[in-house]
């Protein structure tokens, strides 16, 4: 059952329409189901844009819209009502489940595609379409604008446009309504009970898989069926690799942890990162870079409101980072010289955070006319400062090497403070060791 209602949907179509303007035609396809080995398929997970527009989860499925369209402006494509077949698949919800439940004005079986929709393509200016998405789509569209042309010479009118239907929607998505952001929220809820249950029962000679499984444990139990991406748990030097899912190595003895895990909720993604000590005491090395990386993120949070620009942030870990990294000897030289230079970046290489919401990396550019974009109320984003020393980096004492530490949370963009979503995980060194230790 989704969180949001027909109503919201429909006016999530409605705006877009909007600003598709008159005489135009916009066409999103399903995502496509993807094999995994043999006979098997990996879980079906739906095209975030047609998911946004609609809530439909069901492979082989088409979205229509067209604006002005007398007889309706949403049509519909989408597997057959088929009892026999459902016995293996589960239930569809067919061409009139699509109309009754799902708005659609008229809904036909995805095998009539060939037959109806170059008749709606007909007389359209433009067509609003994610053209390189969907290569098998993309051929089966051109085929269907040929056939058009080729009928010219009889009276047919072709669309003369393509649109990207990415710029336009992307920036609807972008900005989240109430509903989206509660329900974000709540997947940022579970996530945290998630990393909060990892911490409590972490202790040496653990398998990273085994404190990922105890993050699996607590979604599904709490009604997210998933991941929002594959799971980070990185013991010792395992978590200076930022994208380090093999998760098989052993928990040792005076290493740290570090996972970076969020579940996904109705479609929407959490993304929380939390690094500690596999004993439940931090060493004095590991305290000196982790509350450099606290005081980084807090930094950001103090920057991030309406009207400042998306860089900002990261600007200010940077700032922080560099001059905590200074202090303790791991960087020398001048630390504007070595921020105009990026001289950090052996021991911080990303970006403080990215856009978040149906997709855990999310739609919406972060610049506009060549500069960074202004944020908004509504507006979603991690905020995740690292230090990342290699085992390898011969240039600092022993003691630094192969710590990677890395702190996030989810924030909403207000117009005051920003609104951190997933704080009920303990980050301060003190919380920590006092949750562990208990």
Not at 41 to 61: C, I, K, M, V
């Amino acid at each position: 059952m989704s969180s949001f209602s027909s109503k919201e949907f429909s006016r999530r179509r409605q705006r877009l329409m909007e600003l598709m303007g008159d005489n135009c035609i916009a066409i999103l396809p399903s995502a496509e189901v993807a094999i995994r080995n043999g006979g098997t398929e990996y879980a079906y997970r739906q095209d975030s844009d047609l998911l946004y527009l609609t809530g439909f989860l069901e492979p082989h499925s088409v979205l229509v819209l067209m604006p002005g369209r007398e007889s309706g402006e949403m049509v519909m494509f989408c597997q057959d009502r088929d009892p026999s077949m459902e016995l293996w698949t589960g239930y569809r919800a067919g061409p009139e489940g699509a109309c009754k439940k799902f708005g659609a004005n008229d809904a036909f079986p995805i095998g009539d595609i060939d037959d109806i929709l170059p008749g709606l393509l007909e007389g359209r200016e433009k067509v609003f379409y994610a053209m390189g998405s969907n290569q098998s789509f993309d051929h089966q569209l051109m085929d269907w604008i040929n056939q058009i042309k080729s009928k010219a010479r009889s009276g047919a009118h072709p669309p003369h446009e393509f649109v990207s239907v990415d710029h336009v929607l992307h920036e609807l998505r972008l900005l989240k309504s109430k509903n989206e952001q509660k329900t974000m929220k709540k997947a940022g809820q579970i996530s945290a009970q998630a990393h909060v249950r990892a911490m409590q029962v972490c202790q040496p000679g653990m398998m990273e898989y085994e404190l990922e499984a105890e993050l699996l444990h607590e979604f599904v139990k709490n009604g997210a069926r998933a991941p929002a991406y594959s799971s980070i748990v990185g013991g010792g030097a395992n978590g200076c690799i930022l994208h380090y899912i093999e998760n098989n190595a052993e928990l040792l003895d005076g290493d740290l942890v570090l996972i970076d895990a969020g579940c996904e909720l109705d479609g929407y993604a959490a993304d929380i990162t939390r690094t500690f000590p596999v004993s439940g005491r931090f060493s004095d090395a590991q305290k000196a870079l982790y509350e450099i990386v606290l005081d980084a993120q807090q930094a950001a949070f103090e920057v991030i409101r309406t009207g400042c620009h998306w860089n900002q942030p990261h600007e200010a870990t940077v700032r922080v980072i560099t001059a905590g990294l200074l202090e303790l000897g791991l960087l020398k030289g001048d630390l504007d010289e070595l921020i105009e230079k990026e001289g950090y970046r052996d021991f911080y290489m990303h970006k403080a955070g990215h856009w978040l919401g149906m997709d855990v990396h999310d739609v919406g550019d972060y610049k506009i006319g060549g500069e960074w974009r202004l944020l908004e109320p509504g507006m979603v984003m991690t905020v995740e400062p690292g230090i990342y020393v290699s085992p390898h980096n011969m240039d600092v004492d022993k003691k630094w090497r192969g710590i990677g530490i890395r702190i996030e949370d989810d924030v909403i963009v207000t117009r005051g403070d920003c609104e951190v979503m997933t704080g009920a995980v303990p980050k301060t060194i003190d919380e920590i060791e006092k949750l562990m230790a208990g």
